[in-house]
């Protein structure tokens, strides 16, 4: 089954490259591989782990965190926030990458617009944060771990992780290698911190409460960062 787990992790890169490529530049015809993102982690918890009711939906079966752990996934997420907010500005300065040349390249790609901004940041700190730790952390990095051991299912799905994000980023100007490079050590870095933190007796919930308040926090800085608000 090992083939088959890879092809099902590789399939939503694929869809993704796609979507960029063939489909119309808004944010919703990019997103369609997040219907494959989270049908495949479904039919495999199904199909092999043999899971049924909620528990093929998200791990119920996992106990409720205990204070310590939700404590440090807060930790975690404030952290990302705070590091990035100091980070970004300085190395956009140093990598000559202006604001107002990056807003330009997401509103020509995702039809942006400052209210419609808003409701995807919404849309990414609950529902998408919550399909992504399902795929990534409860999906991919277990079932990794189970074939490769723990080191490479932890940075194999963080990898993943990175990997998928740099797509928002591709072809866009002033983005250099050197920037995409630093994005992704970053982005490995966090997912790695929240599979540390899944392997924790209820982990997961604390992993998807930390992925949501760093996406709340980071994306809502970057709108006016970017000059949205």
Request: glycine share 6%; proline share 4%.
């Amino acid at each position: 089954m090992t083939w088959l787990l890879l092809l099902l992790a590789a399939a939503p890169f694929i869809l993704k490259t796609i979507s960029l490529t063939l489909l119309a530049k808004n944010y919703l015809a990019q997103s369609a591989y997040k219907v494959f993102q989270l049908g495949a982690p479904l039919w495999w918890r199904r199909r092999v782990n043999h899971y049924s009711g909620w528990r093929v939906l998200w791990p119920l079966d996992e106990p409720w965190p205990r204070t310590g752990t939700w404590v440090a996934g807060v930790v975690i997420a404030l952290t990302a926030v705070s590091l990035s907010m100091l980070a970004i500005p300085r190395l956009a300065e140093w990598l000559h990458i202006d604001p107002a040349t990056l807003r330009q390249d997401f509103d020509a790609r995702f039809s942006m617009t400052p209210w419609r901004a808003v409701v995807i940041v919404i849309f990414l700190s609950t529902l998408n944060s919550a399909l992504e730790e399902f795929h990534f952390r409860a999906w991919l990095d277990p079932e990794l771990s189970k074939r490769f051991g723990n080191g490479v299912g932890i940075l194999g799905s963080a990898a993943a992780f990175g990997l998928m994000h740099l797509f928002i980023f591709a072809n866009m100007q002033n983005v250099t290698a050197m920037s995409l490079g630093l994005v992704f050590v970053a982005l490995v870095m966090i997912a790695s911190a929240w599979s540390l933190l899944a392997r924790r007796p209820g982990g997961i919930h604390a992993a998807w409460l930390s992925h949501a308040l760093t996406d709340a926090g980071l994306l809502s800085w970057g709108l006016v960062w970017l000059g949205y608000f």
